[in-house]
């Protein structure tokens, strides 16, 4: 729980420093204001709900739990709600409470949005609740699809045939599907129809009955393709759609995922669920950057508003 050599407790000190932690044994003291004291005892709870679980918490963890904490965050169902083992046997866990409330979200509704910046585990989630759903026999196959290019899907320029041309835009699902199962049953998964992964435009026509399946990079989709992918769902099916709409590539061209936040919100069964910086579990470095940029468009929306006139 206090990690090796006290580490973690070491960066827990360093972050409350207006608190005395005391550890002797079994026991951990905790002296100061009321409010860090609280925060600091939802922390230690939580710590030692996932020792319990036999989940020794990284430091890296810890991290993530500190800063949900120091800003107020539910940690319920954080670090052990298992969603998945990996196949050797690493167990794939929301790690803040946004990802906790996005797997909730999943389980509980048949159409959900993830909306939100780059490394908050949309794609990663989504793959890992569908494999889950096709283990336990919740569907019978898994579809994952996305905008083949970002302006569009022009794949003629491209060379050698369709799956060539595609297979770069799709790597990141197959990335993601690699690190869950052994890379002999996911292609014997693929050989009998169990996975499917293919660009968005191969979606047209088609009814998916009893699947679950995933749209990612959403935001490149038209409005279009959009409504066309909703109404591919059949009986017994379940859609995760993922993007980031501060990352359109889309040219003269309207995203779809924007779009749809104003017409689908309020009907039951499908949720929304948006993810931030906080929720980021990459390199640190991707959350500072994530916080500069968002200082930046923020001071650049400023300076375009204009201002009041002045009365003379």
């Known amino acids: 729980m206090l990690g090796q050599y006290d580490r973690n407790l070491r960066l ?12 002797r044994g079994n026991r951990i003291t905790v002296e100061g204001e009321d409010e860090e004291v609280e925060r600091l005892r939802i922390l230690f709870e939580k710590l030692a709900e996932a020792a319990h679980a036999k989940h020794p918490p990284s430091l890296e963890e810890v991290k993530y739990l500190v800063s949900q904490v120091k800003e107020g965050g539910d940690l319920e169902g954080v670090l052990t709600d298992i969603v998945q083992i990996t196949h050797w046997g690493e167990a794939i866990r929301p790690k803040t409470e946004g990802q906790r409330r ?3 979200a999943i389980r509980e509704n048949d159409v959900v949005f993830a909306i939100g910046p ?9 793959v890992a609740c569908a494999i889950d759903a096709l283990k336990k026999g919740r569907v019978k196959r ?10 569009g899907e022009e794949l003629g320029f491209l060379p050698g045939d369709i799956l060539q041309k595609v297979h770069p835009y799709l790597r990141p699902l197959y990335d993601a599907i690699y690190d869950m199962i052994p890379g002999s049953e996911f292609e014997q998964w693929m050989a009998h129809g169990k996975i499917e992964i293919a660009p968005l435009a191969f979606m047209r026509g088609r009814t998916l009955n009893h699947a679950f399946v ?7 989709t038209t409005h279009t393709q ?3 992918f909703l109404t591919r769902l059949g009986f017994g099916s379940k859609a995760v759609i993922t993007g980031d709409i501060t990352q359109v590539d889309l040219v003269g061209r309207t995203s779809g995922l924007r779009e749809v936040i104003e017409i689908l919100s309020g009907i039951p069964g ?5 993810l931030d910086r906080r929720d980021v579990v990459r390199h640190p470095l991707v959350r500072a950057i994530i916080e500069a940029y968002e200082r930046y468009e923020k001071s650049k929306q400023e300076r375009k508003e204009p201002r009041s006139p002045v009365s003379p």
């Open 118 to 126: 780059a490394g908050t585990g949309k794609t990663y989630l989504a």
């Open 214 to 220: 995933i749209l990612d990079e959403a935001q490149n």
């Open 226 to 228: 959009m409504k066309m």
């Open 270 to 274: 499908i949720a929304f669920v948006y």
């Open 142 to 151: 898994i579809v994952l699809t996305r905008p083949a290019v970002e302006a």
């Open 12 to 23: 827990i000190a360093k972050e409350f420093p207006r608190a005395r932690i005391v550890a």
């Open 102 to 104: 996005y797997v909730k």
